[in-house]
């Protein structure tokens, strides 16, 4: 005769609940500061922005090369979003920013310079040019006035009027009334209005955004309405490792500019992907060549924007080319990704052109290099064949598990309890510091806090952190450890 079904609580959980209480009761008799309660009895919430209702309506900024494409984008941003130097060439993918102006909200898109009968990397960034037109609701076609309109222009022109898109013509580098002529020059492209603009210092750019909204339809034909909340991947990793071909293989197309040269991507290039249904924001960055401070021109900006794009991101894929030997750049990558507190892939690359004479240096190189961070899930794959890049999505979703992961407090402090208990810290100066009470202050990644009787040293801390990470997984992420050292109340 089988028993009733009886619903109570599990003995441990019981248990850990009535240990909480007890060791919060303790901490009254302790010095506590004000952010030491706060932190005791608030919770750590999200906020999410909401979400547009329909996709923003797009506008693409094209020309030839050098006639302040991307200086106008960070004119009409009001910041310094996209790569600038005083040479050709610097923009070479097509890169989105959402922007606004006069309380009206769009998708403004960068692009490299449009020449015709290019080879090579000036071909590809040309194609892509092309692709932002065909994909833009509106074109805001950027010439220099100063030189005036050129062969190049011209076939630009005639690209415009096949694409039957609506344009509004931009004359740039007009930086006073002594260079309203040569933009009144152009009124001979056929484009209508020549709009006389400095880009660098501001001049005529609320009267071309105005034209430009104008020609704007309400209702964007080509825009991409983003799902509320899907998470960020930062693909980052030193040049030439193939961080733009795993995008354009997870993405199904050539949505980067990928060449053999080292440091072709320059500014960080998002791409909505649906992978099995789910959708991911992908981010392509540039390479990190060296330490910041010592690059210099496109390259220092480029390493600034790869920065901000870990810090935007909530998990970050590190490819390391499987073929040759790690260097400093790698292990200097992960430790970026690391400091900005990120979930962690580790993806080894071009694993179909490792011999086997690599391989067990390889292995050497892993147990050596990546001592500190064992916990990072590590994945084998070909960007440039699609070989098992089916295994970096079930990676991905296992580090932000982990990112995401909040340990009830009186669990942890149970933890906490049997570990102290089987392994007490060291007496130091005749003391012997204990832990009072723990809990976790945060997720994202998760940081705990032990308020303590004592400074815990830091081979302490690392014991309780690896003790952590056996225990409740955390795989994929760091975690943090703050040691609060509180005297009793004096009597």
């Given at each position: 005769?089988?028993?009733?079904?009886?619903?109570?609580?599990?003995?441990?959980?019981?248990?850990?609940?009535?240990?909480?209480?007890?060791?919060?009761?303790?901490?009254?008799?302790?010095?506590?500061?004000?952010?030491?309660?706060?932190?005791?009895?608030?919770?750590?919430?999200?906020?999410?922005?909401?979400?547009?209702?329909?996709?923003?309506?797009?506008?693409?900024?094209?020309?030839?090369?050098?006639?302040?494409?991307?200086?106008?984008?960070?004119?009409?941003?009001?910041?310094?979003?996209?790569?600038?130097?005083?040479?050709?060439?610097?923009?070479?993918?097509?890169?989105?920013?959402?922007?606004?102006?006069?309380?009206?909200?769009?998708?403004?898109?960068?692009?490299?310079?449009?020449?015709?009968?290019?080879?090579?990397?000036?071909?590809?960034?040309?194609?892509?040019?092309?692709?932002?037109?065909?994909?833009?609701?509106?074109?805001?076609?950027?010439?220099?006035?100063?030189?005036?309109?050129?062969?190049?222009?011209?076939?630009?022109?005639?690209?415009?009027?096949?694409?039957?898109?609506?344009?509004?013509?931009?004359?740039?580098?007009?930086?006073?009334?002594?260079?309203?002529?040569?933009?009144?020059a152009l009124w001979a492209l056929g484009l209508g209005e020549p709009y006389p603009v400095s880009a660098l210092h501001g001049r005529g750019t609320g009267d071309l955004l105005?034209?430009?909204?104008?020609?704007?339809?309400?209702?964007?034909?080509?825009?991409?309405?983003?799902?509320?909340?899907?998470?960020?991947?930062?693909?980052?990793?030193?040049?030439?490792?193939?961080?733009?071909?795993?995008?354009?293989?997870?993405?199904?197309?050539?949505?980067?500019?990928?060449?053999?040269?080292?440091?072709?991507?320059?500014?960080?290039?998002?791409?909505?992907?649906?992978?099995?249904?789910?959708?991911?924001?992908?981010?392509?960055?540039?390479?990190?060549?060296?330490?910041?401070?010592?690059?210099?021109?496109?390259d220092f900006y480029a390493s600034l924007r790869t920065q901000a794009a870990i810090e935007k991101a909530e998990v970050a894929v590190v490819l390391l080319d499987a073929s040759?030997?790690?260097?400093?750049?790698?292990?200097?990558?992960?430790?970026?990704?690391?400091?900005?507190?990120?979930?962690?892939?580790?993806?080894?690359?071009?694993?179909?052109?490792?011999?086997?004479?690599?391989?067990?240096?390889?292995?050497?190189?892993?147990?050596?290099?990546?001592?500190?961070?064992?916990?990072?899930?590590?994945?084998?794959?070909?960007?440039?064949?699609?070989?098992?890049?089916?295994?970096?999505?079930?990676?991905?979703?296992?580090?932000?598990?982990?990112?995401?992961?909040?340990?009830?407090?009186?669990?942890?402090?149970?933890?906490?309890?049997?570990?102290?208990?089987?392994?007490?810290?060291?007496?130091?100066?005749?003391?012997?510091?204990?832990?009072?009470?723990?809990?976790?202050?945060?997720?994202?990644?998760?940081?705990?806090?032990?308020?303590?009787?004592?400074?815990?040293?830091?081979?302490?801390?690392?014991?309780?952190?690896?003790?952590?990470?056996?225990?409740?997984?955390?795989?994929?992420?760091?975690?943090?450890?703050?040691?609060?050292?509180?005297?009793?109340?004096?009597?």
């Open positions: 005769m089988s028993e009733p079904e009886v619903d109570f609580v599990l003995p441990d959980e019981a248990g850990d609940a009535e240990r909480e209480r007890a060791l919060r009761a303790g901490l009254a008799e302790y010095e506590l500061e004000d952010d030491d309660l706060a932190l005791l009895h608030g919770e750590v919430g999200d906020d999410e922005e909401g979400a547009p209702e329909a996709p923003l309506p797009v506008l693409a900024v094209v020309g030839r090369p050098n006639v302040g494409k991307s200086t106008l984008v960070n004119r009409i941003l009001g910041r310094r979003e996209a790569v600038v130097e005083d040479k050709p060439g610097v923009t070479r993918d097509r890169v989105s920013y959402p922007a606004e102006w006069s309380g009206r909200r769009f998708t403004l898109v960068d692009t490299g310079g449009w020449e015709v009968d290019v080879a090579g990397i000036e071909a590809r960034v040309a194609e892509q040019a092309e692709v932002a037109i065909a994909l833009a609701d509106a074109v805001v076609f950027v010439v220099d006035a100063t030189v005036g309109a050129t062969d190049t222009d011209e076939q630009v022109v005639r690209l415009l009027r096949r694409s039957g898109k609506p344009v509004v013509l931009c004359a740039n580098k007009v930086d006073g009334p002594a260079g309203e002529a040569d933009a009144a105005d034209a430009a909204l104008d020609a704007l339809p309400e209702v964007s034909e080509h825009g991409v309405l983003r799902p509320q909340g899907p998470r960020r991947v930062a693909l980052v990793g030193r040049p030439n490792v193939g961080k733009s071909s795993l995008l354009n293989k997870v993405a199904g197309a050539e949505r980067v500019v990928v060449d053999d040269v080292a440091g072709t991507t320059r500014d960080p290039v998002d791409e909505l992907i649906h992978l099995k249904g789910v959708p991911w924001v992908f981010v392509d960055t540039a390479g990190i060549r060296r330490r910041v401070h010592q690059t210099s021109g496109a040759t030997p790690m260097t400093e750049q790698d292990t200097r990558v992960i430790q970026q990704v690391i400091d900005a507190g990120r979930a962690l892939v580790i993806a080894y690359n071009k694993w179909d052109l490792m011999d086997e004479d690599r391989r067990p240096y390889l292995e050497r190189e892993i147990e050596k290099e990546l001592v500190q961070v064992t916990w990072a899930p590590r994945v084998n794959i070909s960007a440039k064949t699609g070989w098992h890049a089916e295994r970096l999505v079930p990676a991905l979703e296992r580090s932000l598990e982990s990112w995401d992961m909040r340990i009830p407090t009186g669990r942890l402090n149970a933890f906490l309890g049997e570990l102290v208990a089987a392994h007490p810290h060291p007496v130091r100066g005749g003391k012997q510091p204990r832990i009072l009470f723990a809990t976790q202050a945060s997720t994202r990644p998760p940081r705990f806090v032990l308020f303590t009787t004592g400074f815990l040293d830091p081979g302490y801390r690392r014991y309780v952190e690896r003790r952590l990470r056996e225990t409740f997984g955390f795989e994929g992420t760091p975690i943090t450890i703050s040691v609060r050292v509180r005297e009793k109340r004096k009597r």
